[in-house]
């Protein structure tokens, strides 16, 4: 007696419904539609063979999925193209991206095609933080380092370049320390931010 397939897997916290089928082929081929994911798959491979190589098919069609998604429902480039004429230099931008497997930074900026990356997460932040980024990352065109030159450019073409920083910063210790926050103490934090506008007693 064989094992069944698996009918829904859940990566990222979002459960997609699985349909697999089993036919005459080499590879495991999967297509995500909506919030369905069809695999088809030779016809010896087990449940548990696939088990072990789905999630990482499934997440990269997920991130490619999210990423069109938000690349077709927001125009950053005018944004950007915005922040590149207040430097002192024109600078170009080509494009926009924003990007689901970008982990490590917020952005980039590549002076040989013009191209702005940024972190789709960004896209839920106040827009004066993306700015900042976007202000941030084409400023490295022109100081390569985070000098005191640097930091003046920025300061003259984003004013909003301090707070921005700190928002981030802020961002960064809540998304480290989020696994290992006391219950109650998650609880407080999600408390407080709901009733924003508040002032803290
Ligand atoms: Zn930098």
Redesign the pocket.
Known sequence: MHEEFPTSITIDDVTLMLIVQPKAVKNINVRLCDQTLRVSVPLHLSPDMLNQVLPDLARRLLRRQRTRYINSVIDALALARQVALRFPQPLAVSDVQFTTNQTACWGSYSTRTHAIRLNAVLRLMPAWVMEAVIA??L??SIHAN?SPA?WSLLRSVCPDTDRANAFLEGVNWLARAWENLPAIERAQLTHTSDKKGNTPA
Do not use: P, Q, R, V
């Open positions: 941030h990352e400023a490295h985070h640097f």
